[in-house]
């Protein structure tokens, strides 16, 4: 019996040595025509802590899908229609949940994040500091020196003032790619009644403020170069418009001036 007992904890050993804190992490990629970058994204991923990788490709015009299955990644998701960049996290989400996931790192696999720093992000939350950590790129001044185009950065200094103010927080940034978050956070939010738009990303930050939940963040170096994927100037505006509406409803919602459907939990 003694042997027995001494031979499962050698089998939970091997098997949870890697974990943190025996937490399952799984890594997902929201894609569209990531053909050029993602085996750089991929190479990089530390997969002596990481569990799963999702990709899901939102109908790209390109051969994502088949280098991502190449490459190794054991969960492609291809949709038959693009359901935009929103679209592609609910689905991103949803199946990371269904694969039993503790702690879920949204990564783009344009290569303009490292996927280096999932160390940095993951240990805040499986050591219980924080529920989600991101990766900022105005921290350390990583995004001017990364390449980030002049009116982008003043754009999202600008943003980032007025939704620290609206929404009553004190982050760097609200518009990182790079974010990890707990599973208790992606259960209890409703992810699903935001846009399948780009502020997708910024309603889902006020809906974490919004729960109680609090947000780490790690600086992050960042590479912007012309394979990286990006917003031309007209779907800037309107992502500024929609980041905007986003932090007024929030304020409304948090002075009681009215009830958002965004806001009511699972």
């Given amino acids: 019996m003694r042997i027995f007992s001494e031979f499962i904890n050698q089998i939970f050993v091997i098997f949870t040595r890697f974990m943190i804190n025996g937490k399952k992490i799984v890594v997902v990629l929201p894609a569209y025509n ?3 970058t993602l085996k750089k994204t991929y190479d990089e991923i530390p ?4 569990d799963d990788v999702v990709l899901v490709d939102d109908h790209s015009k390109d051969n994502t899908s088949e280098i991502a299955k190449q490459i190794g990644i054991k969960h492609v998701i291809r949709h038959e229609k693009n359901k935009g960049y929103g679209g592609n996290q609910k689905t991103c989400y949803d199946t990371a949940m269904n694969l039993g996931a503790d702690i879920v790192v949204m990564l783009h696999p344009d290569y303009q994040y490292t996927p280096k720093l999932i160390q940095s992000l993951t240990y805040l939350i499986a050591n219980d500091l924080y529920p989600v950590a991101f990766g900022s790129r105005i921290l350390g001044k990583g995004a001017l020196k990364g390449g980030m185009p ?3 950065y003043i754009f999202n200094r600008m943003l980032t003032f007025s939704q620290n103010v609206l929404i009553g927080q004190k982050l760097s940034e609200y518009h990182t790619g790079y974010r990890a978050f707990s599973k208790e956070v992606i259960q209890k939010i409703n992810y699903h009644a935001n846009s399948d738009d780009f502020v997708f990303d910024n309603q889902m930050i006020s809906q974490i403020f919004y729960a109680g939940f609090d947000i780490a963040e790690v600086t ?5 170069f012309p394979e990286a994927s990006s917003i031309n100037f007209r779907r800037s505006m309107k992502y500024g418009l929609g980041v905007l509406g986003t932090s007024f409803t ?3 919602n948090r002075i009681g001036l009215v009830k958002s459907e965004i806001y009511k939990t699972k």
């Fill in 220 to 224: 992050c170096p960042t590479k912007y």
């Fill in 250 to 252: 929030h304020f409304f």
């Fill in 47 to 50: 997969f002596d802590i990481v």
């Fill in 34 to 36: 990531a053909a050029l």
């Fill in 150 to 152: 002049m009116y982008k």
